[in-house]
T-cell receptor, first 109, second 115 residues
Framework: RKEVEQDPGPFNVPEGATVAFNCTYS??????FFWYRQDCRKEPKLLMS???SGNEDGRFTAQLNRASQYISLLIRDSKLSDSATYLC??????????FGTGTRLQVFP | DAGITQSPRHKVTETGTPVTLRCHQT?????MYWYRQDPGHGLRLIHY???????DKGEVSDGYSVSRSKTEDFLLTLESATSSQTSVYFC??????????????FGPGTRLTVT
């Protein structure tokens, strides 16, 4: 079983739609959680950290469920520019991160 | 954007030749990392550094070595390149913040092809 698992997609959604991604992690000792965005042939960029209480940044909302060991990312009012691969990332009791393989999102007009 | 550069950005080399990739940062961050990214795999950690001359192995370190003689530079060396090392290599940096989240910031990547 992979330490961090994501549905690879692709998720094909029209502009303006709401879309949600889930990610599960296997190590209950995980301490920090992140969503990164990666455009084709580019480096991953930090989208947001995920806090226990959940957090929101504009159209993006991240949630953490420690009991069920999953993280979610909700994107409202999708834009064409949101098309990318979204990486779920988990940190255990070190400074090293474990990356999921990513969920691909394609927003169409 | 974090001040991280990688060189070269693209390289084609032959099997058996040595290759060195350079990561340079201007953020004075303590931690630096080398990852590789391949289809079907998440980013996988090759080596990392937690200070000058302090390095350690990641999950896919075989065939790679690193050096860090200055805070700003982290070098990755393939002693004798093999076709299985064809990949995209990313460098990342982080620093312990108040929340100890260790957010990492990535360089633009190096595309390496071993023929």
């Amino acid at each position: 079983r992979k330490e961090v698992e994501q549905d690879p997609g692709p998720f094909n959604v029209p502009e303006g739609a709401t879309v949600a991604f889930n990610c599960t992690y296997s190590n209950s000792a995980s301490q920090s959680f992140f969503w990164y965005r990666q455009d084709c042939r580019k480096e991953p960029k930090l989208l947001m950290s995920v806090y226990s209480s959940g957090n929101e940044d504009g159209r993006f909302t991240a949630q953490l469920n420690r009991a069920s060991q999953y993280i979610s990312l909700l994107i409202r009012d999708s834009k064409l520019s949101d098309s990318a691969t979204y990486l779920c990332v988990v940190r255990y009791n070190t400074d090293k991160l474990i990356f999921g393989t990513g969920t691909r999102l394609q927003v169409f007009p | 954007d974090a001040g991280i550069t990688q060189s070269p950005r693209h390289k084609v080399t032959e099997t058996g030749t040595p290759v060195t990739l350079r990561c340079h940062q201007t953020e004075n961050h303590r931690y630096m990392y080398w990852y590789r990214q391949d289809p079907g795999h998440g980013l996988r950690l090759i080596h990392y550094s937690y200070g000058v001359k302090d390095t350690d192995k990641g999950e896919v370190s075989d065939g790679y070595s690193v050096s860090r003689s200055k805070t700003e530079d982290f070098l990755l060396t393939l002693e004798s390149a093999t076709s299985s090392q064809t990949s995209v290599y990313f460098c990342a940096i982080s620093e312990a913040d108040a929340e100890a989240t260790y957010e990492q910031y990535f360089g633009p990547g190096t595309r390496l092809t071993v023929t």
